[in-house]
């Protein structure tokens, strides 16, 4: 099994050995058990099927040069799972559980951590699931955990290149007091019509706006959305944004390499006077911004004349993804390494 042409990886899933489960009942987490088994058993009348009681996490393994497979930043991953489960009323995976979980499956998947200087990763997967029957509608009594793990290239097939978004007012991610800060899947159900719609526009994915006035830059597709101008990092900050680990370690880059950061409301007008645009998350790390265009009234944004990333966001992709790959020194102690 190590005929993997890594170079060629597609981010989407691939068989590994192992994953691990966990199951919490009468009140308490059991044991991990280790399976090699792809599926999960599942009664039928489980909550996280009718009403939606499951959230999940992603976060990546990479291998350096010294041959070390790398964790980046998992404690926060946890932290935000147990945010999710507090969320839709679910137990919550406590901290020591969920680093055990990942780090088995990384240990447990060691070949298929791919190697230095390929651009991919050891993509990790926990899900957690209201297992428990339920038919009248609140949360359920049992809950499982899991982790799974799958080797995965970089996000977009072009690699660090430019690419268009759209904004659109005639679909939301979130509502203002809804479920867009916590990390579950409702929020993606509800994004698809639109992805998919921008993707047979030509476009990467949608800007979506705040729900309630769509005046404000929430979110940029399944990524945090971040602009550069006059040396500052403005990234929007509201109620329905999903926190992005990635976003919050480019804001301490940005600060390292001099720029100013702004955590703020980010107006669609202003989008005229960034330099330089990106969306970021674990899975691309940073996705450059060419051109975004406004379906409503077909106003163009540019960001990318050349078709080429701009200079900040280059340097903070290059940053960020040296650290991870433990090519930079990590001076914030973002990395664990997982023997
Ligand atoms: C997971 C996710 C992100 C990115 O978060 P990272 O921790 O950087 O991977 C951004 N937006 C949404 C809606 C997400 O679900």
Redesign the pocket.
Known sequence: MNNIDWGALPFGYQKTDYNVRCYYRDGKWGELEITSDEYIPIHMAASCLHYGQEAFE??KAFRGKDNKVRLFRWQ??AK?MANSAEGVMMAEVPESLFGEAVKKVIQLNEKFVPPHGTGAALYLRPLLIGSGAQVGVKPANEYMFMVFATPVGPYFKQGFKPVNFQVVRDFD?AAPLGTGHI?VGG??AASLRASERAHDEGYANVLFLDAKEKKFID?AG???FFGIKDGVYVTPDSNS??P????MSLRVIAEDLGLKVERRHVSVDELGSFEEAGA????AVISPIGKIVDRDTGKEYVFSKDGNPGEWTTKLYERLQGIQYGDVEDTHGWLEIVE
């Open positions: 992603g976060l926060e991953n935000r991610r990390k929020n993606y979110e399944p990524a945090n944004i999903l992005s680990i990635t976003n970021c998350g674990t899975a």
